[in-house]
């Protein structure tokens, strides 16, 4: 290079550099310093990089390699029957990257092949049948986006404030476009007795099987048998090849590794619907079967893993909104532990039984922040605080926890879990 356009061109970007600074409110600006980013050359614009013959399946990079799922050994007595949570503090948008979507397992995560695929529709059919893979894949299908949550998502809040942090309080959920056949085609192929007071039990291939009844008018409306999540195919540990979607309802209905689907007069009332995923009141009498997720909301930024650093001046406070019952249709969020509240811009409008995303654009002036979201959803639902839940439903929770979550901001920006009253 000619060394005498070196210095010009320096001192122009110096210039710019320092004008870009001075725009960002509060922000630590170079003044004087020159930032070697900007005014020298670097090693990435210097040598080639990487050759596409490097990379057949693209893995995040090593910067965001804290962005992953993580469990929590005390929970659960074994890491088999488990479950660990998807980094939504660390997410944007709506869409659940697969590699990092939250696993439930009861009896581990299996490997099954599509050539030893088989699913058989028995019971009250004019036709039980066994489908191959290929089989279903000649049906019509069908594109739709829904939400995954765990019964037991927020489960510990029940208790207080025990797990610090969005991902562990509230990431037993996943957000996919499922591409899949809708059940009730193959019931019809099956010619299934379709009356409404028929049940269509669904379990799966694994050792645990997780069987589930579901009511005959919910199996015709919009359960999936679904194959691919986000264009791909399932991973293993969401139930690779095929496993059932039940739109707006808890994550144990949605039957992975699905392998019998049976027309029944009657709810089995296997394991999975009685002994466990059942509310107990107060009193100590269940409240049998919640299927439906109600309204809920989370603040993923700023949270305990995602503190304030950027100091005072313009802050983005972002999180995920749901419903079981439909769309999200608006979101408000709190600074002061729920004595008033802003309505939240959503990033698009919601989706039925989807995430949705919100945000609230905002300054923040440096003083500590009860940070709360409520959710509303097309029915007219708003999500309740964590006392109006505990009055109905009293504290030997464990599963459909959807109370108002709060994080106090101190006036580092550090966020913490705390509950107020
Ligand atoms: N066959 C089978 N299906 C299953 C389970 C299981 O252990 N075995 N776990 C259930 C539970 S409790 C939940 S919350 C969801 C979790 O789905 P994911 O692992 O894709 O997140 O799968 C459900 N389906
Ligand atoms: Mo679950």
Known sequence: MDDSLKPSRRAFLRGSAAVAAGTVAGGAAAQGAPDPLITELQDWASFTGVGVDETPYGLPIQFERDVVRRNVPWLTASPISSINFTPIHALDGTITPQGCAFERHHSGAIELSKADYRLMINGLVDRPLVFTYEDLERFPRENHVYFCECAANTG??????QLNGAQFTHGMIHNMEYTGIPLR?????????MSADKWVYVEGADASSNGRSIPMEKALDDVLVAFKAN??????????????VVPGWE????????RRIEITDMAVESREETSKYTDVYED????KWTWVMDAKSVIT???????????????????????GHGKITRVDVST???ISWQTARLGKQGDSKALTRFYLDTEWDG???????????????VQPTKDQLREVRGENGVYHNNCIQTWFVNEEGIAENVEVS
């Open 251 to 258: 994550g144990n209905m949605w039957v992975k590794w699905l």
């Open 284 to 287: 100590g009498v269940a409240r």
């Open 336 to 338: 002061d532990g729920g």
């Open 231 to 244: 264009g791909e195919a399932l991973r293993m540990e969401h139930g690779y090849p095929v496993r059932l």
């Open 185 to 193: 085609t193959l019931l019809q192929e099956a010619g299934a007795d």
């Open 156 to 161: 510990m809040e029940w208790a207080g404030s």
């Open 301 to 323: 930024s700023p949270s305990p893993q995602m503190p304030i650093t950027h100091g005072t001046g313009p802050l983005v406070i972002s999180g995920l909104a749901w419903s």
């Open 367 to 381: 003083s500590p922040m009860l940070l709360q979201s409520r959710a509303m959803d097309e029915t007219g639902y």
